[in-house]
Every structure is written in structure tokens, then in C-alpha cells.
């Protein structure tokens, strides 16, 4: 018996899975809380962008709709028709991306727990931490790869004494570089259980939370 075209289309999900955000997004970001941190504001951002645009390309096609009188020639009646069907789809389009910006911002207010507050000092010392872990990494695997890659060079070339001597002797223990790949983990992301509500309205939220022109 074949499935109800309603049915199959309501297991479809254009954006990102809630693993695929975690894992294959703010994870791969980088090694520190903080560079997922920083990947995550930049997700939320970018939703909070485009939420907006379509909040607004909404509204305008709800009044263009309600605004056409109903009508007897079939030109208007597929006019309306064909801005209803729209509507219909910008709304799914809509959720979809409320879906993200509710993951990522659970995810950026949790880990703004962990890291606690951004001064310009800290921010620096955020970011050269983060660097350094990632070097370490970029130097392990181009360890298991048979050597040190031009481009790992290039940034080493650009940091202290100190780290290059660190990182030097990562890249000549294949062996442990080998050992770190095998058992290395993802980092677990912190989790805070959903800080906005399921009835929460994501276009409050983003009026509220971003400025607006005068």
C-alpha cells in the first residue's frame, strides 16, 4: 500500500540535522569551547538574518494575498491560488529554520555559561588558545600523513618559538600522533535542554533581541 504524499513529505528536512548542527557544523569549528562558541553565534546570526527577510517577505505576501478581492475571472482566482500555495511553503520553510536558530541558540547560551564573560583580554586569550590546539591537531595529522603539510608550515611560521618547538616534536612522533587519532573523541557539546520554550515566538524574540533603524 503506497504511503500518502502528506505523510512522506513531513519525514522531509532541508536544513541540517540536530547531529549534523552539533557534530558537522559547531564541532568542526575547532578543538576549544570557544572556537564553538564563535561558530555557533555565527549560525544563530546567520538565521537570525534570514529569518527576518522571510518574516517580512510573509508579511508582504499575506497583504498582496488578503488584499486581492475575491473574483470570478481565473486569472485572479489562480493569483490567489498561487499566493496561498506560497504562503503554505514559505511557512514550512519558515519552521524549519526557527528549528535551527532554536538549536543554535540553546547551544551558544550554553556554552556562553562555560566560557563566562568576554573581555577584549579574554578574547585574545581565547583565540590564541584555540589556535594552538588547532595547530596541535593540523600537526598530528599531518604526522599520520607522512609530514609536516606547507600550509601547517605557514602557520606555524607565524607563532611563538615556543609553540613551533612544541609542535616540532608532535610532528616527529608518528607513533603517538598515530595513538591520538585512533582514541581521539569528539568533544561533547554542552547541553542546557532547550532554553527557548516550544511555544516561545522566535520573531518576539529576534524584534526584541536586535536593534532596529530609527
Same mark, same amino acid.
Given at each position: %500500500? %503506497?504511503?500518502?504524499? *502528506?505523510?512522506?513529505?513531513?519525514?522531509?528536512?532541508?536544513?541540517?540535522?540536530?547531529?549534523? @548542527?552539533?557534530?558537522? !557544523?559547531?564541532?568542526?569549528?575547532?578543538? +576549544?569551547?570557544?572556537?564553538?562558541y564563535?561558530? /555557533?553565534?555565527?549560525?544563530?546570526?546567520?538565521?537570525?538574518? +534570514?529569518?527576518?527577510?522571510?518574516?517580512?517577505?510573509?508579511?508582504?505576501?499575506?497583504?498582496?494575498?488578503?488584499?486581492? *478581492?475575491? *473574483?470570478?475571472?481565473?486569472? #485572479?482566482?489562480?493569483? &490567489?491560488? &498561487?499566493? #496561498? /500555495?506560497?504562503?503554505? %511553503?514559505?511557512?514550512?520553510?519558515?519552521?524549519?529554520?526557527?528549528?535551527?536558530?532554536?538549536?543554535?541558540?540553546?547551544? /551558544?547560551? #550554553?556554552?556562553?555559561?562555560?566560557?563566562?564573560?568576554?573581555?577584549?583580554?579574554?578574547?585574545?586569550?581565547?583565540?590564541?588558545?584555540t589556535?594552538?590546539?588547532?595547530?596541535?591537531?593540523?600537526?598530528?595529522?599531518?604526522?599520520?600523513?607522512?609530514?609536516l603539510?606547507?600550509? +601547517?608550515?605557514? $602557520?606555524?611560521?607565524?607563532?611563538?618559538?615556543?609553540?613551533?618547538?612544541?609542535?616540532? /616534536? !608532535?610532528?616527529?612522533?608518528?607513533?603517538?600522533?598515530?595513538?591520538?587519532?585512533?582514541?581521539?573523541?569528539? @568533544?561533547?557539546?554542552?547541553y542546557?535542554g532547550?532554553?527557548?520554550?516550544? #511555544?516561545?515566538s522566535?520573531?518576539? $524574540?529576534?524584534?526584541?533581541?536586535?536593534?532596529?533603524?530609527?
Amino acid at each position: %500500500m %503506497m504511503e500518502p504524499l *502528506a505523510e512522506l513529505l513531513a519525514d522531509y528536512q532541508p536544513g541540517p540535522s540536530e547531529f549534523a @548542527m552539533d557534530r558537522h !557544523i559547531i564541532a568542526d569549528a575547532g578543538p +576549544t569551547l570557544w572556537a564553538q562558541y564563535v561558530q /555557533a553565534l555565527r549560525e544563530l546570526h546567520s538565521r537570525v538574518v +534570514t529569518l527576518r527577510e522571510m518574516y517580512f517577505e510573509r508579511e508582504d505576501r499575506r497583504l498582496i494575498f488578503e488584499g486581492m *478581492a475575491q *473574483a470570478a475571472q481565473p486569472r #485572479k482566482v489562480l493569483r &490567489r491560488q &498561487r499566493l #496561498k /500555495a506560497g504562503l503554505t %511553503m514559505l511557512d514550512l520553510e519558515i519552521a524549519d529554520v526557527e528549528r535551527q536558530f532554536r538549536h543554535f541558540y540553546d547551544r /551558544a547560551w #550554553k556554552l556562553k555559561q562555560e566560557i563566562g564573560p568576554i573581555t577584549p583580554q579574554r578574547r585574545n586569550q581565547l583565540e590564541a588558545e584555540t589556535w594552538r590546539e588547532r595547530l596541535r591537531r593540523m600537526v598530528r595529522l599531518d604526522a599520520c600523513n607522512g609530514g609536516l603539510q606547507p600550509r +601547517t608550515i605557514e $602557520l606555524m611560521l607565524n607563532t611563538p618559538v615556543e609553540w613551533r618547538k612544541e609542535l616540532l /616534536a !608532535i610532528a616527529q612522533d608518528r607513533d603517538g600522533a598515530e595513538d591520538w587519532f585512533r582514541m581521539h573523541e569528539p @568533544m561533547n557539546l554542552p547541553y542546557s535542554g532547550n532554553v527557548i520554550g516550544p #511555544k516561545a515566538s522566535i520573531k518576539q $524574540l529576534i524584534s526584541e533581541g536586535v536593534p532596529q533603524l530609527e
